[in-house]
């Protein structure tokens, strides 16, 4: 149940003597004393499928991975694939942002699927949004969770003293706490959809902010598809692919907001080769989404957009002559 990892709820799972069934993952067994031997027996648990950062910029403007964790689980999962893009921003009281996009198929709906959250402190929740801070022990710092994804959400809170490391209503505290562990377990925050579904996708967004300054969270926008979800938060726009596979074709959805210009959009998990880039039937421009990374990088506003391999000739383009070309990660103005 540790780990900020994603539980699936079989309760007639099979357990190795003395652990408890929380959902978590599979436990393969001991240390093993060779490479060899972690590569094999069971100990492979995922594949990294994509990553990327921005290789133009000092500071980079996303860092990016996707992995597939299904061997991390029983075969209580046939998929469980996880994305994750931290991104800066401008924003100086909310510097930065986390966004985690999940995508779990339990073999059976019914098992609960649970997206875990751990804090030193406790922590307030209003709807699908939770408010966590760390500013006890010299610490000043805050962070605002959004779930964009599931609809509708549940949240549950667990912990508090002589709670800290409950499983199924029954508290499990370490064998020593120490004297001075301050980093040990107290809360933790367990979200979940409100209906039993074979496949769901859970897509949070954590901004960080400093816990004196109690400034108000920025606005974390659902952007939605069929073929993929993400958020626009500030002057940031991530969308990712909801499937394993890279996207392939056509890529289409819309940015909410009135801005003409000055937002930066990643598109995660997209197939290797150049893409032409339209907004509002115009031609924006083309980029490269690279074979390791399958980010497309651009800069636009808000509106429509399509994205496609081809040049589509029945839009119109606002460019007569040469097709505005963006090398990748660098943006477009």
């Known amino acids: 149940v540790a780990h900020n990892s994603l539980l699936i709820k079989d309760p007639n799972e099979t357990m190795p003597s003395g652990i408890v069934n929380s959902g978590g993952q599979r436990r393969p067994g001991g240390e093993k004393g060779t490479f060899s031997a972690w590569m094999s027996s069971g100990y492979d648990t995922g594949t990294v499928l994509d990553y990327a950062y921005d290789e133009i910029n000092i500071v980079p403007s996303y860092s990016y991975i996707k992995g597939d964790i299904t061997r991390a689980y029983s075969d209580k999962v046939s998929e469980v694939v996880r994305s994750m893009m931290f991104i800066p921003l401008s924003d100086t009281e909310h510097p930065?942002?986390?966004?985690?996009?999940?995508?779990?198929?339990?073999?059976?709906?019914?098992?609960?699927?649970?997206?875990?959250?751990?804090t030193q402190q406790d922590f307030t929740i209003s709807g699908t949004t939770a408010i966590i801070k760390r500013d006890t022990d010299g610490y000043n710092g805050r962070m605002d969770l959004t779930t964009l994804l599931p609809a509708n959400a549940t949240y549950t809170k667990?912990?508090?003293?002589?709670?800290?490391?409950?499983?199924?209503?029954?508290?499990?505290?370490?064998?020593?706490?120490?004297?001075?562990?301050?980093e040990r377990g107290l809360y933790r925050l367990e979200v979940s959809p409100s209906s039993a579904n074979a496949t769901d996708y859970f897509l949070n967004v954590m901004?960080?902010?400093?816990?004196?300054?109690?400034?108000?969270?920025?606005?974390?926008?659902?952007?939605?598809?069929?073929?993929?979800?993400?958020?626009?938060?500030?002057?940031?726009?991530?969308v990712f692919g909801k499937n394993k596979a890279r996207m392939n074709g056509t890529i289409s959805f819309n940015v909410p907001g009135?801005?003409?210009?000055?937002?930066?959009v990643t598109v995660a998990g997209a197939s290797e080769g150049t893409w032409y880039v339209y907004k509002d039937s115009d031609l924006l421009c083309t980029a490269d989404a690279t074979s390791d990374g399958g980010i497309i990088f651009f800069e636009g506003g808000a509106g429509s957009y399509i994205v496609t391999k081809g040049a589509i000739s029945n839009i119109v383009t606002r460019f007569s002559s040469a097709t505005p070309t963006v090398a990748l990660a660098t943006p477009v103005s």
């Open 258 to 264: 009135t801005e003409i210009s000055g937002l930066k």
């Open 158 to 182: 667990i912990g508090g003293v002589g709670n800290e490391f409950n499983i199924n209503g029954i508290n499990y505290p370490p064998e020593s706490m120490g004297n001075n562990g301050c």
């Open 207 to 238: 901004q960080v902010s400093t816990a004196s300054a109690n400034a108000n969270p920025l606005n974390a926008e659902l952007i939605e598809t069929d073929l993929l979800a993400g958020v626009k938060i500030y002057d940031r726009v991530a």
């Open 96 to 118: 930065a942002a986390l966004i985690v996009m999940d995508k779990v198929t339990s073999t059976n709906p019914t098992f609960v699927k649970t997206w875990l959250l751990h």
